[in-house]
């Protein structure tokens, strides 16, 4: 009986396995095999390096929205990353354990918050504080990345702290032995021993970051135009699908999913890289 019961369940990991699998392939088809036929009929160059994204004239350049996108995506990890792993250091060796019972649970209710909340409050709080204090009209790229950087602490967080406490414990002894302080015992040996983790962090951030779709929208004024200074309002390449499909037909649909295709791609190529480096380390 036991070893019925062992089979079916090798059967129902294997087929949930499949699922999984099968879900990537299908998605993948069906973005390729609209977008692609699109890609062919503008102009590959046209489109990925054209500037004007104007349907009504049948120009489709999304130029704007790459630039967009890798902006924004940039200004939320120059903002997330270094709180978000100094975070994690301060939460795996140096946070009382009375605090951490409050910091914890705090982190992970901001994973648990909806994106339209946080775009709500960047467009309630963000967005004014910017008009205010740094001028222009508030809903800039600057706004959006710093919603993004708050977006992104989360995951950040949870996975470089998962990470650091992996490392044996004798790594951070040893180097008090050898008279260390706690700090550099800790950037010294620990955080070199979690890079992997780290990193790993790091690209889930980035690929939160890159997809993100509905708080983007509320500050960062969706003009679908090349970005010229933080101040400005840009328009990321899931903006643009989420804010023109609804109407779209024929061929400004297909540039649209030809549009997911890049995005596809995009982060596609964060977790190639993610495995080249991570087979580095590794070696």
Known sequence: MKKHKEKIMEIVFLLTACISILS???ICLFLFANGVPAMKEIGIGDFLLGEKWKPG??????F???LGSIYVTGG????GVPIGILTAIFMARFCPKGLYRFLKPAIELLAGIPSVVYGFFGLVVMVPFIREVFGGNGTSMLTASIILGIMILPTIIGVSEAAIRAVPNSYYEGALALGASHERSVFCTIIPAAKSGITAGVVLGIGRAIGETMAVIMVAG?????PNGIL???????????LEMGYATDLHREALIAT?????????LINVLFSILKRRDNK
């Open 24 to 26: 990537v392939v299908l």
């Open 57 to 62: 004239n049948d120009k489709y350049g999304i």
């Open 64 to 66: 704007p929205m790459i």
């Open 76 to 79: 939320a990890l120059l903002i």
């Open 222 to 226: 969706n003009q679908a135009r090349m």
């Open 232 to 242: 400005r309002g840009v328009r990321t390449l899931t903006a643009n699908i989420v």
């Open 260 to 268: 997911g295709v890049v995005l596809f791609v995009f982060i596609l």
